[in-house]
């Protein structure tokens, strides 16, 4: 191997070079080469045609002697360059090399350790090779998994020598990728055209279960394929431009940018034809047209009045039973693979017909009322001496409320609400559990006694509504308030379901405040999206995307990433937060474990605490009977749905859901040809958010 002319300064590492030395070398380099060898082999280099660029031998790109059987390869380019570790080490001198054919760049402690293990591998596959003037003859690379790699060179020229090569580098192996994908998508078509070639009876039909499962996941995973390439193509043409890269954890649903050739000739068709435009009710069984004549709820009257419903009638919740199936049946999984075999990548599930079976026994308003399964963590906010305690303690609740609000593990939907549907309930909290938790002493694991056997006049009222306000697109609010505690928080949530190959994604679109009377503080808070996966054998949930809470008053906010699964290895629930008081720039507070399981949370004297969501005190709700119940309110009009699926009769659990779900079509229209648009009961559109008619604010 030839070795280039090393550079006269002084540095560290085996080199003791500060400037990039850089080299190229192949099995037919010849034994010596000079600086001067520039030249014809830069230009090359820079066309992407081979050459060594600078430090390229004129034999380098010629046959091997050694065996290579005329076979022409693109040579390692290997040499030193200085790279940023962190703000204590800064620039540090590291071995490069830059390995064309296999499209990594590695880099190892020097020269002598190049044989070793390197201490990091870059794939250059649509990574982003820009300038920088952060520092003298800067590059940074940008690799596609997020990856970041920032380097210095000697000198101008040796930059724009490493800049050339691993774009050109990049530039080649995203080419040879997208030729990949062109053969694989014509394989993946041919493969669809047999199935669904195959007659409609006999012993192999194009309904055979495993030839829909191979339909379905080939299809997904093509797509997927398809989409990752495209981020990659779209990144090439963002050279220059970081700000525009992808964050670790920011992508939760959808793909941003224009979709790739390959991608969307697969989507023209190539999957059979989709449900029509008019199926918008999202994890709906849609009916083939209108029943005259049939039973259905009376429609409410609007802004009948705001008040809460009152709660004399309420009793104990008894309902809160888990989804115990482990999965879904025979004879449902080819009702599925069916369906997922013509879905698309992305493509919005509020246009797709989807089996009744899947459905949890709630409605999607009750299941935002079980977030607040912990009201006494909620009510303890306010008691918080200073600002730092209270948004301490909001993180606090805000981490341990999801686990409630699922039913078991199993990952099963909720009944889409119709609108103006509504749900009641309320909490009787007794005053002594409610306390800071840095304060408090230990809770013990038992659950609380009933509320019932409480003194009403030693507990605390937390009451809570919710109402569909809106179908297109389908909107949810909820409204809770505690009065003795000057405490209420009001939330609209739009969710918005895609379709991710194996997975269903949800996005919580909106925000929630948390008004704090007492101190004058309100909390704007968002909320994470939430993913359905393996949904052709167990499926079970998790939740994903960066949320934020803030306090403009106090200047105390705090950034909550929710992690979701890697693809290989990686804990599942992950979850991470900080709260940092911005206008001293200060962390006051770090969380990390899992949301449906222990979480530590260090603060900023050095104590640490841990909370066990599993040991946690559940509070059960309190609602009317379904007898002393409105015609809206979720649980009665969804009860016959309720009561089928409980015996396990699908069919007629479909019936009744299609008799609701056409029953509000019909309305819907009514009120298009009357013009006249829906006015829900408690909550009014303000700006682009939706508030309670009477919030506890407006009454102080």
């Known amino acids: 191997m030839e070795r280039a002319a090393q550079g006269a300064d002084g540095g560290g590492g085996s080199n003791s070079s500060s400037r990039s030395s850089s080299r190229a070398t192949s099995a037919g380099s010849s034994p010596s080469c000079s600086l001067a060898g520039r030249g014809v082999s830069g230009r090359a280099a820079a066309a992407g045609l081979g050459g060594g660029g600078s430090r390229s031998s004129p034999g380098s790109v010629a046959a091997s002697p050694s065996g290579g059987g005329g076979r022409r390869r693109e040579p390692a380019l290997e040499g030193v360059l200085s790279k940023y570790t962190n703000l204590l080490q800064g620039w540090q001198n590291r071995y490069f090399v830059l390995d064309f054919e296999a499209g990594v760049l590695q880099y190892f402690v020097n020269e002598q350790s190049k044989h070793q293990k390197p201490r990091g591998v870059l794939s250059l596959s649509g990574a982003i090779v820009s300038l920088s003037d952060e520092a003298p003859h800067m590059l940074v690379v940008y690799s596609a998994s997020g990856e970041m790699y920032r380097l210095r060179a000697a000198d101008a020229k040796e930059k724009q020598f490493w800049v050339t090569r691993l774009r050109a580098c990049a530039k080649y192996h995203m080419e040879t990728n997208s030729k990949m994908m062109h053969q694989v998508e014509g394989q993946q078509k041919n493969l669809v055209h047999a199935i669904e070639s195959l007659p409609g009876s006999g012993p192999l039909t194009a309904l055979d279960q495993d030839l829909l499962l191979l339909k379905a996941t080939s299809a997904a995973t093509l797509s997927c394929l398809g989409e990752c390439l495209s981020l990659l193509q779209q990144s090439v043409h963002q050279v220059g431009q970081p700000s525009h890269k992808p964050g670790a954890s920011e992508h939760i649903l959808g793909w941003p940018g224009p979709k790739s050739h390959s991608t969307e000739q697969l989507r023209s068709g190539a999957l059979g034809s989709l449900p029509p435009a008019s199926a918008n009710i999202t994890w709906a069984v849609l009916p083939n047209s209108a029943e005259d004549g049939q039973p259905s709820q009376p429609e409410p009257e609007p802004n009948s009045g705001p008040d809460l419903v009152l709660s004399e009638d309420e ?25 997922i075999s013509q879905l698309k990548l992305g493509m919005d599930l509020t246009k797709v017909v989807l089996p009744t079976f899947i459905l949890e026994k709630r409605s999607l308003l009750e299941m935002y009322a079980d977030f607040m399964a912990h009201p006494d963590l909620l009510l303890a906010i306010t008691a918080g001496a200073t600002p730092e305690e209270r948004v301490i303690c909001f993180v606090e609740y805000y981490l341990t409320a999801f686990h409630e609000g699922r039913k078991g593990a199993l990952a099963k939907k909720p009944y889409n609400p119709i609108i ?52 297109h697109p389908p909107i949810s609010c909820f409204y809770c308030e505690c009065k003795e505690k000057r405490l209420c928080v009001n939330t609209h949530v739009w969710t918005k379901s895609k379709f991710m190959g194996m997975s269903v994604g949800v996005s919580m679109i909106g925000e929630g405040v948390l008004r704090l009377l007492e101190h004058g503080e309100e909390y704007v808070f968002t909320l994470p999206s939430a993913y359905a996966r393996s949904i052709l054998t167990i499926p079970w949930v998790e939740l994903g995307g960066k949320v934020s809470i803030s306090c403009a008053k106090t200047g105390y906010s705090a950034t909550v990433i929710f992690h979701t699964k890697p693809f290989y290895g990686g804990k599942v629930h992950r979850v991470t937060a900080e709260v940092k008081h911005n206008p001293t720039n200060t962390i006051v507070c770090k969380a990390h474990g899992e949301w449906n399981g222990s979480l530590e949370f260090t603060y900023s004297n050095g104590e640490t605490r841990v909370i066990d969501t599993a040991t946690l005190p559940v509070y059960p709700k309190r609602i009317r009977p379904l007898e002393k119940q409105g015609p809206m309110e979720s649980r009665n009009l969804w009860r016959e749905v309720t009561r089928y699926l409980r015996l396990g009769d699908i069919d007629a659990a479909t019936e009744q859901k299609r008799r609701l779900e056409e029953k509000q079509r019909v309305e819907e229209r009514k009120r298009e040809n009357l013009r006249a648009p829906w006015r829900p009961k408690y909550f009014i559109q303000e700006g682009d958010g939706w508030v309670y008619l009477s919030p506890l604010w407006k009454a102080h």
Request: aromatic letters at 6%; one cysteine or more.
């Open 420 to 471: 103006g549907e509504t749900f009641h309930c309320s909490w009787e909290v007794p005053k002594d559990k409610v306390k800071p938790r840095r304060t408090a002493a230990p809770c013990p694991a038992d659950p609380p006694a009933r509320p019932g056997a409480e003194d009403p006049s030693q507990s605390y009222k937390l009451r809570f509504v919710a109402e569909q306000v809106s179908h």
């Open 315 to 339: 009793k104990s919740d008894n309902e809160g039973e888990e989804e115990a199936e482990l999965g879904v049946m025979e004879d449902q999984r080819s009702v599925i693979l069916h369906l």
